[in-house]
């Protein structure tokens, strides 16, 4: 679907903008630098503190960031990470990236997230981390992903890239990985438009991530300072200022999600059997990324495909999930294929992504859930979507 749709669109994100963006984002080009300045610390510091971590490293991605925590933590050729293969942002990439083994474990059925029992049967001599992400804004098992990790001493990374604000166990997401990542991309709750942020309490590993981020001016000329080959991976201050700006609103932007959200359980009603979305054990909060809706059993890939169709008729963008990691060429390569993670590929089949950002008013939701509906019938032969 395409980038650059008209504006009459139910889009499925928008950024949410005030005059606190623009006005910072206009004192960072006020500023003498544009890159590597004091916008970039603040927005650091604040993000640090707003999750609860002792330091914050800004970086240009999600991926990158991962990239860079795996470099920090010394992973490269030879070594295997594991990590699932289902999810919005294709962070497991960075695997790749950096030279080491990507090793894919199945999900949680009703999560969408990492299943610590099944990454265990994975785990080998080789392997020195876990990359799990937070599925579109629910929390991973992070007790049991934790207790995995410590007892075959390995390294836990928290993808969080589709996740901001959830609440486990008392603990705002980002504060269980040794590194976690974020991600500042569209959908995202807080959007800079591009742009990560790596979180951690080692002191130690902060100082690598800046280290590998990116070369200070007062390193031109340092022959030591390439011993590692740091990247340009760093974010600017316009990037930093809308960062600063949507962290200081994020409760308001949340809190507009969520009544969107309200509104969609409400219209969703209308579905005979309809399941509201699964929120585990010990989850306190969850502020989903994207509303998902996951089709039955009896829908096939082409059906999905044309409800999809259908919504961009009506000028509603919808798209499926995602398509997993284990079942796109490059891993397939490597020997992946369909059927080895049964569990990722019933979910991936059949999970439709719906607008949502707090631009959708009450009758929007209640045009796209109406939409949605008539098409599953159709597609569905008049049965209910469940």
């Not at 098992?141 to 390995?154: D, P, Q, T």
């Not at 996951?294 to 829908?299: A, E, I, M, V």
Request: aromatic residues 6%.
């Amino acid at each position: 679907m395409s980038n650059d749709l008209p504006d009459d669109w139910l889009l499925l994100c928008e950024p949410d903008m005030s005059e606190l963006e623009s006005d910072l984002v206009q004192a960072a080009l006020r500023a003498p630098r544009l890159s590597a300045g004091r916008m970039v610390e603040r927005f650091e510091a604040g993000f640090a503190r707003w999750v609860g971590r002792a330091h914050a490293v800004a970086v240009g991605s999600g991926t990158l960031g991962t990239w860079l925590s795996l470099r920090a933590l010394g992973i490269g050729p030879g070594d295997e990470v594991i990590a699932s293969p289902y999810g919005w942002h294709q962070v497991a990439h960075a695997v790749t990236l950096c030279g080491a083994r990507v090793v894919f474990a199945d999900i949680d059925y009703w999560s969408g997230c990492l299943d610590p029992a099944r990454a265990a049967a994975q785990v080998t001599p080789a392997t020195r981390a876990i990359v799990a992400g937070n599925v579109n804004g629910h929390p991973a098992a992070w007790v049991g992903l934790r207790e995995l990790a410590e007892a075959r001493g390995l390294a836990l990374i928290e993808d969080s890239t589709e996740a901001i604000g959830s609440v486990y166990r008392g603990r705002v997401v980002g504060s269980f990985g040794d590194l976690s990542v974020f991600d500042f991309s569209q959908p995202s709750a807080l959007c800079c438009g591009e742009g990560g942020m790596v979180v951690t309490d080692d002191a130690a590993l902060a100082s690598e991530l800046r280290y590998l981020r990116s070369r200070s001016i007062g390193d031109r000329r340092s022959v030591s300072v390439g011993s590692r080959v740091p990247l340009q991976a760093s974010i600017s201050e316009v990037t930093a200022a809308l960062g600063v700006a949507q962290l200081a609103r994020i409760d308001e932007i949340l809190a507009r999600r969520k009544d969107v959200e309200a509104n969609y359980l409400a219209q969703m009603l209308s579905f005979e059997g309809i399941k509201p979305p699964y929120v585990a054990q010990g989850v306190d909060s969850v502020h989903w990324m994207l509303y998902l809706v996951h089709l039955g059993k009896r829908f096939t890939a082409s059906a999905c495909a044309q409800i999809v169709e259908d919504l961009a008729t009506e000028c509603v963008e919808t798209v499926m999930y995602c398509q997993p990691l284990h079942q796109q060429h490059h891993y397939m390569q490597q020997g992946w294929k369909r059927g080895a993670l049964p569990l990722t590929e019933r979910i991936a089949d059949r999970a439709l992504a719906l607008p949502l950002h707090g631009g959708l008013e009450p009758d929007h939701v209640k045009f796209i859930v109406e939409t949605l509906k008539d098409s599953s019938i159709n597609v569905g032969a008049g049965a209910a979507i469940y």
